[in-house]
T-cell receptor, first 110, second 115 residues
């Protein structure tokens, strides 16, 4: 199956700092989504981004499908950004199921 | 609230008991997925339905697990003779096959603890 690697596994920031999270995947993909898992366990959709660049407030994401990676940028981080960020991909030619990376645990300190 | 809803949110049971989880997808979504997430890991695919048909099952879904989606609406996931290793968060998601991007939307999950 497709491999999804996220880095870094853990990240600690001071409030106001910027950060970049990376997701590498091993095969062509139809779908790539970024999620934020809140402390209660719910996966919050951040971006649906199989290719290109999108922005939503302080967050933006870029996927370079030909080079098999995606980046999630968080600017001016806030304590509420803390949590686990997951990248998930749907391999091209497969049924629409997502394979998740192991996540990046982000802690933003006040 | 028009999102994916799951019930119960938490379930504590003794080893050997049966448990059932329910998922109500977003109303216009015809695909429904079940995932399992253990502590410190990303969610892992269990099974999915397109309307009422169960189209794929992961090898993680042992014989003790059964999922149904009667009439292509809500879905249930039953675990028989629970084991301590079944303790996990069970996540349901839905997506729209046609006329949409295929983006998956997840519910809040059902957390199972087997004592």
């Amino acid at each position: 199956g497709i491999q999804v690697e996220q880095s870094p596994p853990d990240l600690i920031l001071q409030e106001g700092a910027n950060s970049t999270l990376r997701c590498n995947f091993s095969d062509s993909v139809n779908n790539l989504q970024w999620f934020h898992q809140n402390p209660w366990g719910q996966l919050i959709n951040l971006f649906y981004i199989p290719s290109g660049t999108k922005q939503n407030g302080r967050l933006s994401a870029t996927t370079v499908a030909t080079e098999r990676y995606s980046l999630l940028y968080i600017s001016s981080s806030q304590t509420t950004d803390s949590g686990v960020y997951f990248c998930a991909v749907e391999r091209a030619g497969s049924a629409r199921q997502l394979t998740f990376g192991s996540g990046t645990q982000l802690t933003v300190l006040p | 609230d028009t999102g994916v809803s799951q019930d119960p949110r938490h379930k504590i049971t003794k080893r050997g008991q049966n448990v059932t989880f329910r998922c109500d997808p977003i109303s216009e979504h015809n695909r429904l997925y079940w995932y399992r997430q253990t502590l410190g890991q990303g969610p892992e695919f269990l099974t999915y339905f397109q309307n009422e048909a169960q189209l794929e099952k992961s090898r993680l879904l042992s014989d003790r697990f059964s999922a149904e989606r009667p009439k292509g609406s809500f879905s249930t996931l039953e675990i028989q003779r629970t084991e301590q290793g079944d303790s996990a968060m069970y996540l349901c998601a839905s997506s729209r096959l046609a006329g949409g991007s295929g983006e998956l939307f997840f519910g809040e999950g059902s957390r199972l603890t087997v004592l």
